[in-house]
């Protein structure tokens, strides 16, 4: 028997969390000398989601400077996962991998041509210490969000097993690269055959050993850069079968860091503030930005919401403004430190009785005070609502809380059995907080980040 060892070493959803670069740099390092030492080759792989626009240094380069260290680290392929996808203009991502050492492998993404972009391939045939391992890309198919920016992306359930079987055709062993969750790489190794491995991504699990779903291996290290995935496959060249897998999630959390990787970060933030301090307007006096109480800069991202979206009403949480803005020039850092959320703006069609509900709730003090994190937002507590085109009246109760007493549309009583088109942002529609806005029948999502529309709002009134 021979057995022929395949290292794989990945990483996933960074988030661009640069403060642990280092660290995973630290550790792929020490293992490249390890097997340059013992004459072995190896993979490395990204898993997506390295890039997150909520760092400055991603949203100054546009990404670029997420794949300069990749490149850094000589990675051999990566696939993309929805912040590459959906965060980036479809230009933004067109150019993102121009300068990139390594492959992208993403098999479910087309122009709406029908052909494939350019910077990507649906798999690739590698050979590793002998064996020929074949890889295939996939990542989380938000339709709606890819078609807005001009995309056509494909559910991999319709066609994956077809790809699988001619992958398998000139492989020795298959691994699916995968930015689709863990619930659905459960769901893959349970309905597709012929996968040795899933690398999976996207919901951030951390699987110390992995799992294993009907002779499929998966495997995920989290996320931010706490931890490198290793992948080990033993394979039996005499008798063309896999005779081990393993997979292990790996912290880095005490490793000491990498000098000449902290360096490079440390320039590409120098780099990305050039970018950032383009003047967009100037104030003269300060934009206050207040959490509980009503204030002039969430009411201008409101009013932005409602003119861009051509809506008869804008509302938004103040606590997506994290701060307001000082008097004097205002950068497109300020913006971006304000407002980092890869949230989108979207417009909803509502009944008069349904607004009434939604915003009811969102002026209680369970929601305003509400501290949470996901669907994009990356701020603190969800705050009061901001509105334009809407007069909102509360009283304070004998109960010690807010209670709406009037909601004025022109002037006029809300009318129930009324449609009233409400721009705001998306993640109210994922049904977390007002299931209204997940079940109304017509919404519309548009690309701009709501840091677009606030900078638009800014640089045409000031």
Known sequence: MTCKTLNIYYTNDLHSHFENWSKVSSFLK??????????TPYLLLDLGDHSDKVHPITEGTVGKGNVQLLNELQYDYATIGNNEGITFSKKELEELYTEATFEVIVSNLYHQDGTRPSFAIPYKIHELNGVKVGIIGITIP?????????????????????????VRSQSDVVILMSHMGLGNDEQLAREMTGIDVIIGAHTHHVLKHGVIVEDTLI???????????????????????????????????????????????KQLGLKAQALLDEVICRLEQPLEAEWFKPSV???ELAAALREWCHADIGMINSGMLLDGLSEGNVSRENIHRICPHPVNPCKVILKGSELREIISYAMTDEIVNLSFKGLGFRGEV???????????????????????????????QLISDEEYAVATADMFTFGKFYPQMKHAKKKYYLPEMLRDLLEWRLENRY
């Open 142 to 166: 938000y339709e709606q969000f890819y078609s807005l920016l001009g995309w056509t992306i494909h559910s991999p359930y319709n066609y994956l097993q077809e790809l699988v079987n001619d």
């Open 297 to 299: 800069l969430p009411d």
């Open 382 to 412: 969800m705050g009061i609502m901001a509105f334009d085109g809407l007069e909102v009246k509360t009283v304070l109760m004998e109960d010690g809380l807010h209670h709406v007493t009037d909601i004025l549309h022109n002037g006029q």
């Open 30 to 39: 020490e293992k490249k000398k390890m097997h340059e030492l013992q004459g």
């Open 219 to 265: 495997t995920q290290s989290g996320k931010n850069g706490n931890y490198v995935g290793e992948v080990t496959i033993c394979f039996d060249l005499e008798n063309d079968h896999v005779l081990e897998k393993e997979a292990y999630a790996v912290s880095v959390r005490n490793r000491k860091e990498d000098d000449l990787t902290r360096e490079s970060i």
